[in-house]
């Protein structure tokens, strides 16, 4: 996958079309595990607020071991990992795979806080009108915790999205890793990291002000 | 001796402090009254310093407050604060909050520093509160050491803005006896307040501002008894 | 499905290696965090207080520093820099990074604690007679400190977990190390599990040692 030695050294115009199929995977992947991860992550943060006790000694060490591990060691070690158990995943897959439980690691903290937002009181409220569990999950706690901690959900999303970067040790050539490959050709560093720095900042910075926007306002 | 002179004072395009003239002597006990906004703590502030002033003058002693060449942080040991909001330093035991100023202020030693701490603490009733943080203070005894606090500096000025107001109706009077104890033992003490009552009973004189001018100053006998501008009957009438 | 051979003789045989740049690893973030709490102190108060240039350089450091990747910053303190002509050693390349990162998430974190502390306190202080530089270091800060120190254990363990991508510019840190032991005996598996454990264990130490800490310092 490595590009053949060049004989043109400067930065081409094809340079940069291979810039933006290389943001595109970064987008791909990002999107993948954030998704899956989002899901997983809801789920584990339900279990965690309902199980209590057996939730909190099973479980969240289980998660935690993901907060506290290097992402690049996770990423190394599931990739040499998988074939060990038979499982021959290409580089993407290794790293939705583990991009997703990461995430998920992040977002069942962030959604349990979301449950507990929601108060008692209010659950109570809605069961005495006659909702069943689920109903009072889908339209009490739901809108109400979700509001509570999406600013939250979207810090845990960006960064994974700016993690997505490592996944490149394991070959997958995303943004960064195709810098690296076309300063390494180019010797152009400067320019070239620019180009990939803008593009993580562009998509980044006007969220994460969106969400402090919507953090403040929801906060009054 | 405090001097005020002409004392004009705006935030931003807002006029608060309009021609303000006045002059405190030692030993003198004056409360501020007036209705709220109407520029009585903003007074204070400008006397500390705190606030910058637009017009006019302020004279501690003979010393220009806000001029350029005062040192307003050796003027202001002359000068103890206390506010509404007492301002209890969290991070610090209440002895600790005491000695804190002197020693870094007056470059006390810090045996000095504590020798005093207790000594004023035990002074406003809280001698058995010297190593107690202030969140296991109520707010009078929080309040009371904000006035230890002060003291510690050894002032000759003490200025009160609405020591009480934001005291629960039960923990006002422990506040107000600490500061009648004050008066009664000499110190030169203005006062902002609401308590009309500690204002007729401790003050030499009082103050009635009105809209950023001293609308009448007088006796608490006349104030009380015989006040002369409408502005100030009107005034009265409303809190009775 | 298990017809690999795990082989962990030579990795444990490595141990003391990979403790001792556990120790490089636990040094970087250590020194990184140093500094990074120093310089976020001045750009959170140069957020706060200046305008112009100096707060516009401010604001772009945070914003930079917390909306592009750390391997992004990793490669612009690498061969970024390296075309400018400035070449740094892997372990300048590796704090400088982190102390940039670092810098960035802990000055909104102090610009949180700073705004949380109200300014009567600040004028309390002044009454009494104390200078600017007084009521900052006597009051102000001590209160802002404690607000501030679960983010900075945070900040801490990303630290430790941010300096495995050293091992991408040819630093020898637990991560270096492990890649560079694995990679001449083909155990790579065996090889990043271990690093894997030594760096949980890291975490949890350091967290331990935060809550331990915490109860000596904070009384009130």
């Given at each position: 996958m490595e590009p053949t030695i060049?004989?043109?050294?400067g930065f081409q115009l094809s340079d940069l079309w291979y810039l933006a199929e290389a943001a595109w995977r970064t987008l791909l992947i990002s999107a993948c595990a954030i998704a899956i991860g989002t899901t997983l992550g809801a789920v584990f943060g339900w279990m965690l607020y309902e199980g209590k006790l057996a939730a909190t000694l099973t479980l969240n060490p289980i998660l935690d071991v993901f907060r506290s591990v290097p992402l690049i060691i996770q990423l190394v070690l599931f990739y040499n990992f998988a074939p060990i158990i038979g499982l021959n995943l290409d580089p993407f897959m290794s790293g939705v795979v583990i991009l997703s439980i990461y995430c998920a690691s992040l977002v069942a903290n962030v959604a349990r806080g979301g449950m507990e937002a929601v108060g008692k009181p209010m659950r109570r409220a809605a069961r005495s009108l006659g909702m069943s569990y689920w109903q009072d999950l889908r339209h009490v706690v739901l809108p109400i915790g979700g509001r509570a901690v999406f600013p939250s959900w979207v810090g845990v999303a960006l960064g994974v999205m700016k993690d997505s970067?490592?996944?490149?040790?394991?070959?997958?050539?995303?943004l960064l890793k195709a810098s690296q490959i076309l300063v390494t050709r180019t010797q152009e560093p400067l320019l070239i990291l620019t180009i990939a720095g803008a593009f993580y900042f562009a998509l980044s910075y006007p969220i994460s002000r969106y969400a402090a926007a919507l953090e403040q306002r929801w906060s009054t | 001796m405090i001097e005020i002179r002409g004392l004009e004072k705006f935030f931003g395009n807002l006029q608060v402090l309009k021609g303000v003239d006045l002059d405190v002597r030692k030993g003198e006990v004056l409360s501020i009254i007036g209705a709220?906004?109407?520029g009585k703590s903003t007074l204070l502030y400008c006397i500390n310093g705190l606030e910058p002033i637009q017009k006019g003058s302020i004279k501690v002693d003979g010393t220009d407050?806000?001029?350029?060449?005062?040192?307003i942080n050796h003027l202001r040991q002359k000068m103890g604060m206390v506010f509404?909001?007492?301002?209890?330093?969290?991070?610090?035991?209440a002895l600790e909050n005491v000695a804190l100023a002197p020693k870094i202020?007056?470059?006390?030693s810090k045996a000095q520093a504590r020798d005093i701490a207790a000594k004023q603490l035990e002074h406003v009733?809280?001698?058995?509160?010297?190593?107690?943080?202030?969140?296991?203070?109520?707010g009078g005894q929080q309040q009371r050491l904000a006035i230890a606090r002060a003291l510690a500096m050894e002032p000759t000025y003490m200025l009160f803005d609405e020591?009480?107001?934001?005291?629960d109706p039960e923990l006002v009077g422990e506040v107000l006896d600490a500061m009648r104890l004050l008066a009664q033992e000499g110190m030169t003490m203005i006062c902002v307040t609401h308590e009309m009552g500690f204002a007729r009973d401790v003050s030499d004189r009082v103050a009635f501002v009105h809209e950023g001018i001293i609308e009448e100053i007088d006796t608490p006998t006349e104030i009380f008894g015989a006040p002369k501008s409408d502005l100030l009957k009107k005034f009265l009438s409303n809190i009775r | 499905m298990f017809d690999y051979n795990f082989h962990w003789r030579p990795v444990l045989k490595n141990i003391p290696d990979l403790l001792e740049a556990a120790a490089v690893t636990l040094q970087v973030a250590v020194i990184s965090m140093v500094i990074g709490i120093l310089i976020g102190l001045v750009l959170a108060l140069t957020r706060m207080h200046l305008s112009g240039p100096a707060r516009w350089i401010a604001s772009t450091w945070v914003e930079v520093a917390r909306n592009t990747p750390a391997l992004f910053q990793l490669f612009f303190f690498g061969f970024g820099l390296g075309a400018m002509g400035v070449h740094l050693s892997p372990y300048v390349i590796v704090v400088s990074a982190l102390s940039f990162n670092c810098a960035g998430y802990l000055a909104e974190n102090f610009r949180g604690g700073f705004q949380a502390i109200p300014t009567t306190q600040f004028r309390a202080a002044r009454s009494l007679g104390m200078t600017v530089w007084q009521s900052y270091t006597r009051i102000i800060i001590p209160q802002v400190f404690r607000i501030v120190y679960h983010p900075i254990t945070n900040q801490m363990v990303w630290a430790v977990l941010m300096s495995s991508l050293g091992m991408l510019v040819g630093f020898r840190e637990l991560s270096g190390e492990t890649q560079a032991l694995a990679s001449r005996t083909y155990r790579i598996f065996e090889y990043f599990a271990v690093t894997a454990v030594i760096y949980y264990a890291v975490v949890k130490i350091i967290l331990a040692g935060s809550r331990l800490l915490a109860m000596r310092l904070f009384r009130y």
């Open positions: 060049s004989f043109f050294s970067a490592l996944v490149s040790v394991l070959g997958y050539i995303e | 709220s906004g109407s407050v806000h001029a350029k060449s005062t040192n509404q909001q007492w301002n209890s330093f969290p991070h610090l035991t202020v007056k470059g006390m009733g809280l001698g058995d509160k010297l190593d107690a943080y202030p969140s296991a203070l109520s020591a009480t107001s934001a005291l | -």
